[in-house]
């Protein structure tokens, strides 16, 4: 049986895959030649990650397509209900990449609060003419230890960013409409683990009370912070948003950070992806990076064998 990996995916995935007598295809095929492609090739299984889209148009047309798989977390770019609907498994790992979103969130917030997201614009520009001004503009950061962190979502992923949150010293706010609390593992090296209960809060408490605040919500159809809440937030707020482009309104953002109450941002994910805003992406109080939340070797490793474990359950 055949599986695509549109999107690629990892050796370990490969290997797994293969082992179990699968044969793995790792070309990337353009989004409009799909249906020819799986249909000619025999394909029973699609792997994807971001970039490529699963629709009603690919799930009617190839019918001998029995599983649709994610590599990652949301699938808002695959149809999941439709799909199930016509008897396709729908499945993704969930788990696999929250340690490694939660480390780019707080790459993002001490880059952030040091400044060094514009530092590395302007250093090679004029770090040697200028090196005494610059050294000025940058000398007042602040520390995230003692600082309370808003977690808008307290999934898998929210709960890794209270996890590396907790072990700064931060206090943690979170919010969540389908989870009351939940218990925090802190693990160490050498075995010792220390136990957190954090009580979610109603959403107006987070803006209100936080000094940073960082989303890990799906995208559904509209923002959840506009201009409305961002009045709601303290002044010189830090925002991060490493869920999905859309989830904060970016003309909004971008009005806040002109007018000093947002101090800065962190963005992983945009608007317009694959083409993001160019107002967005020269914004000096922006920190960007392009969509990586999950690319880490160790995260596609686990999601490689993720994948592997449950097509091998499903279909053979």
Known sequence: MKILANDGIAKSGIDALEASGFEVITDTVAQEALIDYINENNVVGLLVRSATKVRK???????????????????????????????????????????????LV???????????????????????????????????????????IGIIGFGRIGRAVAKVALGQGMEVIAHDPFCESADIELDFYDGQT????????????????????TLHVPYQGKPVINKKEIEMMKDQVGIVNAARGGVVNEADLLEALESG?????????????????????????????????????EAQDRIGTELAEQIESLLK
Do not use: W
């Open 57 to 103: 148009d690919i799930i009617d047309s190839c019918p001998n397509l029995k599983l649709i798989g994610r590599g990652g977390v949301g699938m808002d770019n695959i149809d999941v209900d439709y799909a199930r609907e016509k008897g396709l498994h729908v499945i993704n790992t969930p788990a696999a990449s929250s340690a490694s979103v939660a480390e």
């Open 194 to 213: 220390v136990n957190f209960n954090i009580k979610t809060v109603a959403i107006e408490e987070v803006y209100k009370n936080a000094d940073f605040i």
């Open 106 to 148: 707080f790459a993002h917030l001490f880059g952030m609060v040091r400044f060094l997201f514009d530092a590395n614009r302007n250093m090679p520009l004029d770090g040697d003419s200028r090196f005494k001004e610059l050294k000025k503009s940058y000398g007042a950061g602040i520390e995230l230890r003692g600082k309370k």
């Open 261 to 297: 109450k947002i101090r800065f941002a962190g963005l992983d994910v945009f608007e317009n992806e694959p083409k993001p805003d160019m107002k967005v992406l020269m914004a000096p109080q922006v920190s960007l990076s392009p969509h990586i939340g999950a690319a880490t070797l």
